[in-house]
Each structure stands twice: as structure tokens, then as C-alpha cells.
């Protein structure tokens, strides 16, 4: 720390991504990215929109937002784009919550606490159940914002829409974010929501099911006048938030919906694969529905197997924080990919049993 930082900033506690080893000697499984390359109209239109780089983008993001509308049947002025869904986390904690209180489940996404520290919330972070899922009705008429990753990260764990819409509906003078990052593996989204509450933000992003994580898309979906206090935010910070190349990547990836759409199947069959072959192994595993699983065994510690896993070159992710701290996050690979975790798991625990 140099001895300029602004003293309020001192005390800030970073967000820590999983790691990112640059060059493919792992068989990579920690942060949740699509295994699957973007279609190739996406990576043309890429190459087209490199050659107008000397040029600012559309700081509107005209023709992404238009087509992001048309997909999921809102209209233009619902949709916000930004630089990933951790900028619409960021702008959402920056606009609603500084100095307001804000409540989120005690284990879900890191940035939550990071923002709610950095925009200086009032935040309570509200416990999981005994089986790590979320008690609705903890967050029913609650009198504070709101923050749900839906499904749940790291655990997987789904609400359904109707207990969404009890935590909106009860909430009506705060205003409730739902991060639908992993909607795509087998939730059930709330964006029809948009329609009747004007107290609900639904949050997505490209990174998972479309395949764009290292292009840095997110958008949003709210009430019209929720999104222009987003856009003053963005105005207010980086108007160009969202470069040409990843605009012109995320209305081919909306184009060519069929192709992510049926990536994400594939994902879930395998998912459901590493859950029956992992369950066989003596794992216990959360009732995930996301494009990871979450996986505790009694032979083996989750830092060990973290461990284990990155010596034979499969690279997962391990939580230190109490009550998860037995358990790795595994992310859902190819097919092949995952044949290969499960035959490695099997010697890793066949090694530990021989001990
Ligand atoms: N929400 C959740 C629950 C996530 O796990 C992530 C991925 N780390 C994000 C939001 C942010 O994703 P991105 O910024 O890549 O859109």
C-alpha cells in the first residue's frame, strides 16, 4: 500500500479470482468458463470490429441492447448492458446501496461483501440452511436490498421463480437483484418479473453459457428508470464500458442462440454424468444447477483434493471459508475432460484408502 490510498480505502478486502494460468498445461476447471469456443460468426465479427479499434464504441450499445430485448421479450429501455455482470453488480451496490442496508446469503458470490465494503452498505450477510440452500423466507418483507445469485454460487442450489417473486412482492421499498449468471444450466429465470415489479434487477452475463468470459459481457434487466440510473452511473464513470469488439461478439452470440443454447444442454448432460459417477465414489454432492458442481468427501479434505487434482493437472477451485472449506467447485469441461477428472479421482482416492 502506498502512503497515498485514501484511508477509507485501506481496510478494503479485494476480491481474489480463481486462477488463470496462462498457456494450456492444465486441464482448466476452477472458474467456471464454457469449454466450448464462441461460433464462429462471433469470432468473424471479432476480427471485422479489430480493425475499427481506432474508433470509440457505440457508447448506446444500440444494436446489442435491441437484439439482448428481443431475446428475452422485453423492450429496448429494460436492457443495460456493462464491462462483464461485475460492473452491473458494481454500478447496482454504487447507485442503490451506499450507505443503505443490503442483505445477502453468507455463502454466494465474493464480490458481494467486496462491493458492499467498497460502496460502504450497511450489509447482513444472512446464513444458508443446514443443507446450504437459501430460506426464502428469510428475505420475505426483510425492509433492506436485496442480492440472490439464482442459482446459487459456489453450491448450485436453485429458488423458483415463485419465491423470487415472494421476496420481491415483499420488499416493495428495496430493491432486489437477482444474478442470474448460471440461469442457463437448469434455473428458472425471473426476467418475466421485470414486467410487474418495478423493484426486481435480473442479471446475466456471456461469461458462462455463451462463451465469452474473456470478452467481458454482462447485461440487465429492470425497470426503465432503474436502467437510467445505471446509464448515470456508467456516464458518471466509463461511457464506453462495453468495447466494439465485444458489442459486435454479443449480437452474433444472440444470433446464433441455437448453437449456446444446445452448448449448455451438452454441459448439463455432463454435469449430470460427474454428479452419478462422483455420487459412486462416495461423493456428497449439492443439488446443483449450474455449470459446476459442489463436492465434499469424507476420505479427503477439499484443500487435499485441490490439491491432489492440481499435481495430476486438473486445476478446480477451493474455498477457505468456514463451512465450505471441505468441499471444491468443480466446473463442467468437455465430456473428455471430465472422464478425465473422474479416473483421476478414482486413483487419488484409491491412493488415500491404500494408506
Ligand atoms: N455472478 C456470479 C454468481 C458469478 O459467479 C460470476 C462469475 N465470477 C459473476 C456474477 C460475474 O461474471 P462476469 O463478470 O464474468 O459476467
Known sequence: MSRFLCDKYAPLKEYTPGEQPQGMKFIKLNTNESPYPPSENVITAAKEQSELLNLYSDPQAKELKKALAERYGTEYENVFVSNGSDEILEFFFMAFCSDRKVAYPQISYGFYPVYAQLFGADAEEIPLKDDLSI?????????????????????????????????????????????????????????????????????????????????????????????????????????????????????EAIRNDGYYMQNAKKIICTREYLIGEYKALGFEITDSKANFIFASHSDISGKELYEELRSHGILVRHFSTPRISNFVRISIGTQEDIQTLVSVTKEILKARRAL
Open 135 to 251: 430460506d426464502h423466507n428469510d428475505y420475505v418483507a426483510i425492509n433492506k436490498n436485496i442480492v440472490i445469485a439464482n442459482p446459487n454460487a459456489p453450491t448450485g442450489i436453485c429458488l423458483t421463480k415463485n419465491e423470487i417473486e415472494q421476496i420481491v412482492s415483499s420488499n416493495k421499498d428495496n430493491i432486489v437483484l437477482i444474478d442470474e449468471a448460471y440461469v442457463d444450466f437448469g434455473g428458472e429465470s425471473s426476467v418475466e418479473l421485470v414486467k410487474k415489479y418495478d423493484n426486481i434487477v435480473v442479471c446475466m452475463t456471456f461469461s458462462k453459457s455463451r462463451s465469452l468470459a474473456g470478452g467481458r459481457l454482462g447485461f440487465c434487466f429492470a425497470n426503465e428508470k432503474i436502467i437510467q440510473d445505471l446509464e448515470k452511473i456508467k456516464y458518471s464513470t466509463n461511457p464506453y464500458n462495453v468495447n466494439r469488439m465485444t458489442q459486435a461478439c454479443g449480437v
